[in-house]
């Protein structure tokens, strides 16, 4: 069936041939709107199909052609419309057909009812330039087409926009940044004839435009600097980000910007800089949510990496194929999984790093970046050195195994002495100076009581046994009165911790206290040592403590330097120091004595004893156990250490990595998936494209590179036209096709199809050079006209889509925070690197699952880059982006809405981030314009925010405001201090009184929330 | 003034030009906005396809998924056969997220706090862990028989609110607010409140997808600023705003005389928009003239966060003619000690969402605001006992996308109603399915909205929240 369409393509005319009605401009639509979803390629009902003529003059099963040119009578498409019987009409539900579209489908249907190929699908063809009667309008060939259709309709564009309203259009139009102050007055003292071009040259050639444009091109791409989903962890991608600005800054050929970025990695002897370029397609959202299904994901990412393509380079809605053909355009779900076997053949991106259970992290091919000639150097160098130490390791480790199964019986009959036999000791008094009272319990311990002591010390006494001791015990016991059953009674946060810094023993009557030879304990917290508790040193944090093992009992052994030879009678006197404070007091003490010594090691013979007695290790044990007999061979130890030192110095000199595609050496087989479900493959199929589109060059390869070449070939009717005119509706708020996304059959038509098929074979022949294109586009009289709305205008053309003006809409979120900075004069022009954290409020990140990262505002001048390079995170994107419509760049995003909301507003008056800018332009006010006037001053900044002067009426505005908050801030000298403590990262200079720093906040506050500051008008 | 462009525009343009402007986005939406109160004679809401029976909706998102059968769906036979291993069929070439090995039955636990108790004049059975709604079972609604398509948190959580398991999609509260707006011009139209850690789908689960963003849902914080950005800086008080913005919209009207673009006055309507959220929020936000009876019976405390006070300020907000609040809570994931856990969980909701429900009811709101209490998926009726890196854990229950229950109350549903039926060990369904798409299309009903007419042209199609799929569930419409 395809060769058969395919033979058809060469009978249609392209639609500009046809007289009278318009098949594309006039019909298609019609069709496409009431008829294919039912009448297309997918299961055609009644096995009519009316989206090629063939199909539609044979007719359907019932056997009467649906459209028979020249014959009303005979088509049945006619009778159907227009039935008033619910039974016959079509469509079947719905609004009918309106009289106006039923008139239109009679006058084709009675001129011969001819086809043509949708205009898209038709190889652009460079048109000739219209002829155009008013020449003084026309700057660059595009001004032709524009002025050839208003003059058809009796239109006359705008005058020409005023100089300093065109330089900060066309400044903001090409770098997203408003001209500086100098930039400004150069332009505007310059009356060459070339004054226009020098300024557009200029920017062009600036490395703030490919800061700018990388960011249309990163929402196609969907770059973000996180996974999306659970836990939404970062990932390090932000090569590609900088690969995407240079080789915008460069004027990389579009052509070769494809092929990089879809096949850069198999490109013969690929670079690193090619490689990294293919980071494009590893920004697919992955979810390493415990349980997911790898292939489910993987499967997932290649859908996204085919639609994505789709949009981005072909303008169709591939998706719409994925789970049936599609309704509208002509592209079968075979074709749509032919497309899918060329992304098929890269690896598993999420793995199960334990080998068991169902969590997953991301995963996925990496490629280290290069880094300079010394540190790769130094990398090698220990490199080197860690693998020979390495290998002495193992070598030691190699000969300890001789040994390792005689030291384990030895420690087995160790460890299985009995343990020490304790005598509890009662107390006699107990006391404390913090205020809770110590009962005695019966079981011999002291129970704490009443509200924790800040910083109690406990006076205990007890009774011992007469007899020859030699080690003295202390537990720590539990009770349900405390949090987590204790052992300790902290206040000030939620764990039961303790801090225990000094104990004094000392036997009744005796001058000094005892002194202790050895001493351990089950656990100790970091730093908080056992063996401080005897040192006599009363630093509060020189003692014991037991985080975070809460909620279990613990103990500390201390063995006699001598014996302890005591009579009847006799009594020991214990005092606790708990100096920390915050009542980390301990709860429940009980007191010992032992006639045995205290083992070396005893805490961890415990957990030797326990790993001895298994009958059977698991690896994990084994390599547990493994390590304790390691740890009394020193030669190993100092070796270890070693090696850890080594690895933490190569930390230090290894690269960054980013995300790169791979090709596996297998290739995976593609099948057909009903309803686009994995689960459900049916028959295999080979990497091939759509029929529609142009032909497949034998010399290609069959994988992704050949594909790229495809996308790029000069006979694709789609990939220049499509990215010309998403350029064009970047400078002028709305493509030439209004639905820059969609090229389909559901598309709007162009305004101008002329004018974009010679704006896109004008591409192709010059180099695919998207700088000239953009040069053509901003030095054109269509974009230099003034952007004022008058009636006329709106009465005409209330969204501009035939120029009869200048463009005038709101910035981007980037371009506003970008402009405000430059603005404020606290831009930072540093470039690249990773990503960068400006303040935002706080608790916006907290995503649920593991690893979840934190943000923390940058204190530097990352605090003041501009916003290509602000951390992306999908579940919470940057705060103030979103309010201004930012996507959370999730999937492939072709256009950004524009709204205008309250939360904007509220953003650029209250937000830290502009709070600051505005503090920030007060003090570059002040410091700008010393010993000038308030007017002066005022004329200052709203050049500089504006790019023009202000009129008498402003200045009276903005100074009666100045006035009033000036008396406010020097009536009471607290508020300047606090207005100005909120922007720590701003210098004030000390000669600047910060009542005048507060009042010039409010002018600054004021102009940075003007909607003209806002607008790229 | 009469010469104004825009005034000129205005009068040009009827208003259904101006909604249909609404699908290109920017200013003919603003200028809608702006020219609310001049045409209120014109239908307010191009999707307003039949009157609704509900106005608002407070809709609960139990995050992680509550083990419905052991809160509103008990199975004899799943208790009588506790123990056993399941039957193949339960486990064999099925999607589960965690168990990798035939599991065992298990019914829910023999404590009496577990057990189930018939409610109410209907007789329906709820777990004594929700000793507070079961008190109003004869207002709530329950289907039995949701079933997913998704098993995965995130996944699931963007199937049930975007009908679509991945990124890209309006959510409900989205579509809601494009297609039927809200009243209330001084707060936002969908409002969403989140207890705990933002569900796993991050925003996108009350995103605004290809729709303009202004149609998301805007997020009422806990701590710090209830709105982003809300509060003025230090050193600005409530005059100094007024004088800001007095000044910004003077220069802004200047602008607008010279340059007649309509979107400046949009703008500078905005800005005045932006004032009075500034008090209205606040306001909404103060329950301390609520009756120390009403706090008490929300267990809410002036000056205090958390899902209690949440469902009060939902009461507020519905008062205030916000079309859509939605409440997320995070802790529902019990893959293990379900037992333990269920209870706490609980206590937390149970009391807050029944004095929600009798407060909406006392003051004559029930029947015009639709209570939904839902999540991304149910659980299984087999044990779990090994957690994500394989290890040995207390028992719980695993991600179950076959069956579950969710229930709704007011808003137009039938009081004290059970729709659909699970087979008898609560696997599968034995009666009247209902897909996420068919709740969807039943809560877009109750709005007044044909969920197969509710549509926005994006990519060359017309999209809906429910696809090319959804049935209207007519047997719980009262």
């Known amino acids: ?51 090629f003529a063939d199909f539609a003059y044979q007719g359907g099963k019932s056997g009467f052609p649906a459209i028979t040119p020249n014959d009303l009578e005979e088509s049945e498409i006619l009778h159907r419309v227009v039935s008033t019987d619910m039974e016959e009409r079509m ?15 009679r006058q084709w249907i009675s001129s011969g009812a001819r086809y043509a190929m949708h205009w898209a699908y038709v190889v652009p063809k460079k048109p000739a330039l219209p002829k155009v009667k008013d020449q003084e309008f026309i700057k660059t060939p595009v001004d032709t087409f524009i002025l050839a259709k208003l003059e058809e309709k009796g239109w006359k564009p705008s005058r020409p926009e005023k100089k300093e309203k065109w330089i900060r259009r066309v400044s903001l139009g090409l770098t997203g940044l408003p001209p500086t102050l100098e930039e400004f007055e150069n332009f505007m003292q310059d009356d060459s004839p070339k004054a226009k071009e020098k300024v557009a040259d200029r920017l062009l050639a600036s490395s703030r435009y490919g800061e700018h444009w990388a960011r249309q091109w990163l929402d196609l791409a969907r770059y973000a600097d996180s996974n999306g989903f659970q836990a939404d962890q970062l990932r390090d991608s932000w090569a590609f980000r900088d690969w995407v600005i240079n080789a915008i800054n460069q004027d990389m050929p579009f052509d070769q910007f494809t092929i990089e970025q879809i096949a850069g990695d198999l490109l013969p002897n690929a670079t690193t800089d090619q490689k990294i370029a293919t980071g494009f397609h590893r920004t697919p959202t992955c979810n390493v949510e415990a349980g997911v299904h790898p292939e489910e994901n993987r499967v997932n990412q290649v859908f996204d990496r085919v639609n994505t393509t789709g949009t981005t380079w072909l303008g169709t809605t591939l998706e719409c194929a994925q789970c049936h053909n599609h309704k509208y355009d002509p592209f079968s779900q075979e074709e749509y999984f032919q497309m899918f076997a060329f992304f098929n053949n890269t690896p598993l991106e999420v793995e199960n790093k334990s080998g068991k259970g169902v969590s997953f992290d991301f995963w996925g091919p990496k490629m280290e970046l290069p880094s300079p000639a010394d540190k790769q150097k130094e990398r090698e160098t220990l490199n080197a050195d860690l693998s020979a130490l390495k290998k002495q390791l193992i070598a030691l480790q190699k000969a300890g195994n001789v040994k390792y199964k005689e030291w384990t019986q030895q420690k087995l009959e160790i460890t299985t002495e009995r343990d020490p036999q304790w005598q509890v000791l009662i107390p006699t008094k107990a006391f404390s100076d913090g205020g809770e009272t110590l009962r005695i319990v019966r079981d011999g311990s002291l129970l704490a009581e009443g509200k924790p002591g800040n910083k109690s010390t406990y006076q205990i006494e007890v009774s011992i046994p007469a007899g020859t001791w030699k080690s003295f015990q202390m537990e720590t016991m539990l009770h349900k009165s405390m949090k987590q059953n204790g052992p300790g009674r902290n206040t000030t946060n939620a764990n039961p911790n303790f801090v225990l810094t000094e104990m004094i023993v000392k036997v009744e009557g005796a001058s000094k206290p005892l002194d202790f030879a050895r001493v351990e304990a089950d656990f100790n917290q970091g730093g908080f040592l056992p063996g401080q508790l005897f040192d006599g040193n009363l630093e509060s944090r020189n003692g014991w403590a037991i985080a975070p093992e809460f909620g279990k009992a613990h103990w500390v052994r201390a063995e006699f330097s001598e014996p302890l030879v005591l009579g009847k009678d006799s009594k020991l006197q214990v005092e606790m120091k708990h100096l920390y404070g915050g009542g980390r007091n301990v709860g429940r003490p009980r007191f010992s004595l032992s006639t045995d010594g205290v083992k070396k090691g005893e805490a961890e013979n415990k957990r030797l004893r326990e790993l001895l007695a298994k009958e059977k290790r698991n690896g994990k044990e084994e390599k547990e156990l493994r390590a304790i007999y390691d740890q009394e061979n020193p030669k190993l130890l100092a070796l270890q250490k070693k090696v850890g030192d080594l690895e933490k110095d190569l930390n230090k000199v290894t690269p960054p990595t980013t995300l790169v595609m791979v090709e596996m050496d297998e290739k995976r087989e593609t099948h057909v998936m009903a309803r686009g479900s994995y689960l459900s493959p049916k028959q295999k199929v080979e990497a091939d494209v759509p029929r529609v589109l142009n032909d497949w060059k034998q010399d290609w390869p069959k994988n992704r590179l050949g594909l790229a070449k495809w996308v ?12 010309v005119n998403r350029w064009w509706g970047q400078f002028f708020g709305s493509g030439i096709v209004s639905t820059e996304e969609d090229f389909g059959s559901q598309s709007e038509p162009p305004t101008h199809p002329e004018l974009l098929d010679w704006l896109a074979v004008e591409f192709m022949e010059k180099g695919w050079s998207m700088k000239h294109i953009h040069k053509l586009i901003a030095l054109s009289g269509t974009y230099g006209q003034s952007s004022r709305v008058t009636t006329a205008i709106l009465e005409r053309d209330a969204n501009n889509r035939f120029f009869l003006r200048g463009p005038r809409f709101r910035m981007t979120a980037e ?30 990140w907290r995503q649920t699952g593991r690893n979840e990262p934190k943000y923390i505002a940058a204190k530097t001048e990352d605090r003041f880059r501009r916003g290509i390079y602000v951390v992306w995170r999908r579940a919470a994107p940057y705060a103030s982006f979103v309010n201004f419509d930012g996507p959370d760049r999730s999937a492939c995003h072709p256009k950004r809405s524009r ?75 607290s508020i300047a201090e606090a207005l100005c403590s909120q922007a720590p990262e701003i210098k004030l200079v000390k000669k600047l009184e910060k009542d005048v720093v507060g009042a010039w906040f409010f002018v600054a506050n004021v102009l940075l929330n003007l909607d003209e500051t806002i607008t790229k008008g | 003034m009469n010469s104004h462009p825009v005034d000129q525009y205005l009068r040009t343009l009827t208003r259904r030009q101006l909604f249909q402007r609404v699908g290109l986005g920017v200013g003919g939406f603003a200028l809608a906005n702006l020219l609310k109160n001049d045409l209120s004679a014109a239908p307010q809401n191009p999707f307003a396809h039949f009157a609704p029976k509900a106005k608002n909706v407070i809709y609960f998102h139990l995050i992680g998924a509550p083990s419905h059968l052991d809160l509103f769906d008990y199975k004899p036979e799943l208790q009588k056969r506790n123990g056993e291993l399941c039957p193949k069929a339960m486990f064999e070439g099925k999607q589960l997220a965690f168990i990798r090995s035939r599991p065992i039955l298990l019914g829910t636990s023999k404590e009496s706090m577990f057990e189930f108790k018939k409610c109410g004049k209907s007789g329906i059975g709820i777990s004594n862990l929700l000793p507070h709604l079961q008190t109003i079972a004869d207002d709530m609604c329950f289907i039995r028989t949701l079933h997913t398509e998704q098993f995965n948190h995130a996944p699931a959580q963007m199937f049930m609110q975007t009908g679509f398991e991945r990124f890209g999609r309006p959510s409900l509260g989205a579509w809601t607010n494009y297609g039927i707006g809200s009243p209330n011009e001084d707060l936002p139209g969908f409002v969403v409140m989140v207890t705990g850690q933002y569900p796993g789908a991050g925003n996108s689960v009350f995103g605004s997808g290809f729709l303009p963003s202004v149609y998301q849902g805007i997020e009422f914080r806990g701590k710090g600023d209830p709105v982003l950005f809300l509060s003025n800086p230090q050193g600005v008080d409530s005059t100094a705003r007024r004088k800001v913005i007095s000044a910004v919209n003077q220069l802004n009207e200047m602008q607008l005389d010279g340059v007649g673009d309509p979107e400046i006055a949009t703008r500078i309507s905005q800005y005045e928009m932006a004032y009075r959220m500034q008090t209205s929020v606040p306001e909404l936000k103060d329950i301390s003239k609520e009756s120390q009876i009403t706090l008490d019976a929300y267990g809410a405390k002036v000056g205090g966060a958390g899902f209690a006070n949440n469902c009060l300020l939902a009461r507020r907000m519905v008062e205030r003619g916000v079309r859509f609040v939605q409440l997320f809570d995070q802790g529902w994931d019990h893959h293990s000690g379900v037992f333990s856990r269920l209870p706490g969980k609980c206590k937390q909701v149970d009391q807050p969402i029944a004095a929600l429900i009798k407060d909406l009811k006392e003051r004559g709101l029930l029947d015009e605001t639709l209570v939904v209490w839902s999540a991304e998926f149910g659980r299984t009726p087999m044990g779990q006992g090994t957690g994500g890196s394989g290890e040995k854990t207390v028992i719980g229950r695993d991600h179950h996308k076959e069956a579950f229950t969710v229930w709704m109350a007011g808003g137009g549903t039938k009081p004290g109603h059970v729709h659909g039926r699970t087979d008898d060990l609560g696997y599968g369904i034995a009666d009247s399915p209902v897909h996420v798409h068919d709740f969807n299309a039943t809560l877009l009903h109750l709005l007044g909205m044909d969920h197969e007419r509710l549509t926005y042209r994006f990519q060359g199609r017309k999209f809906r929240l429910t696809d090319v799929h959804g049935h209207v569930v007519k047997d719980v419409i009262a």
């Open chain 1, 712 to 723: 790029v070939d000069p006979e694709n009717p789609l990939t220049a036209r499509v990215v």
């Open chain 1, 815 to 844: 371009m506003i925070r970008d402009n405000g900075l430059q603005v404020a004069g606290l831009l930072s022009d540093k470039m690249g690197g990773p990503p960068i954290y400006p303040p935002q409020p706080d608790g916006l």
């Open chain 1, 91 to 105: 469509p079947p539900k719905g609004d009918p057909l309106k009289p106006e579209q039923i008139k239109l489908l």
């Open chain 1, 899 to 973: 709204t205008n909301t309250p939360l904007q507003a509220l953003t650029l008056l209250n937000d830290q981030a502009y709070v600051e800018m505005a503090l920030g332009f007060a003090v570059s006010i002040l410091e700008q314009t010393q010993g000038k006037s308030d007017e002066d001053r005022v004329t200052h900044a709203v050049r500089r925010a504006l790019s023009r002067d202000p009129s008498a009426l402003e200045i009276e505005v903005l100074l009666g405001l100045l006035n009033e908050q000036s008396e406010r801030l020097k009536s009471d000298s």
């Open chain 1, 1 to 51: 069936m395809w060769l058969r369409f395919k033979s058809l393509i060469f009978f249609f005319l392209p639609s500009l041939l046809l007289a009278k009605i318009d098949f594309n401009r006039q019909i298609r639509p019609i069709l496409s709107e009431y008829c294919f979803a039912c009448h297309g390629l997918d299961d055609p009902k009644g096995g009519l199909r009316l989206d």
